[in-house]
């Protein structure tokens, strides 16, 4: 079955940095790849996907890249907030298939 | 508004003492799904349901029991808890399972003594 690597475990930046969390797959049938946000205390929400038609994909500070052949894709935060501190999920999908997550990244963004 | 709704947010019990976890969407979801969350290990699925009555298992079902009597909900029971259940834990639903998108709710952090 799928298999998702997420890195790295942690990440600290400086407010205004950006920053670049890594995960690759296993299985190339999955097709879409969503990227989720959980703060403190909340369940997990998503922020940006992307599906494997697409190289990349923007939404103001937030951006997705995916490359199929080497199946990995990455999500990077510019100009960073301390209102971006969470844990980062990626995951990957297959139609009926069932969400595979990565581990998790713990984001800091330092004032 | 939209949501999954998990009850308790807290609980702690002892070892053996059968219990059982809420979850609730008021979106006409087909799809729902339990994950736990343990540190360094990501969102593990426990069990999921296509639709009413479909059930099924996903990585880590020792020890849990689903069911879906009703589209709206879908309980996690945990007959004889044990110390290893400890985590937290997440419903999850979307409009099916080929839907991309899922909606968790907010969790809940189960301690067994």
């Known amino acids: 079955g799928e298999n998702v690597e997420q890195h790295p475990s942690t990440l600290s930046v400086q407010e205004g940095d950006s920053a670049v969390i890594k995960c690759t797959y296993s299985?190339?049938?999955?097709?879409?790849f969503p990227w989720y946000k959980q703060e403190l205390g909340k369940g997990p929400q998503l922020i940006i996907d992307i599906r494997s038609n697409v190289g990349e994909k923007k939404d103001q500070r937030i951006a997705v890249t995916l490359n199929k052949t080497a199946k990995h894709f990455s999500l990077h935060i510019t100009e960073t907030q301390p209102e971006d501190s969470a844990v980062y999920f990626c995951a990957a999908k297959q139609n009926n298939n069932d969400m595979r997550f990565g581990a998790g990244t713990r984001l800091t963004v330092k004032p | 508004e939209a949501q999954v709704t998990q009850n308790p947010r807290y609980l702690i019990t002892v070892t053996g003492k059968k219990l059982t976890v809420t979850c609730s969407q008021n979106?006409?979801?087909?799809?729902m799904s339990w994950y736990r969350q343990d540190p360094g290990l990501g969102l593990r699925q426990i069990y999921y349901s296509m639709n009413v009555e479909v059930t099924d298992k996903g990585d880590v079902p020792e020890g849990y029991k689903v069911s879906r009597k009703e589209k709206r909900n879908f309980p996690l029971i945990l007959e004889s808890p044990s110390p290893n259940q400890t985590s937290l834990y997440f419903c999850a639903s979307s409009l099916s399972s080929a839907t991309r998108g899922y909606t968790f709710g907010s969790g809940t952090r189960l301690t067994v003594v």
């Open positions: 299985d190339s049938a999955s097709n879409y």
């Open positions: 979106m006409n979801h087909e799809y």
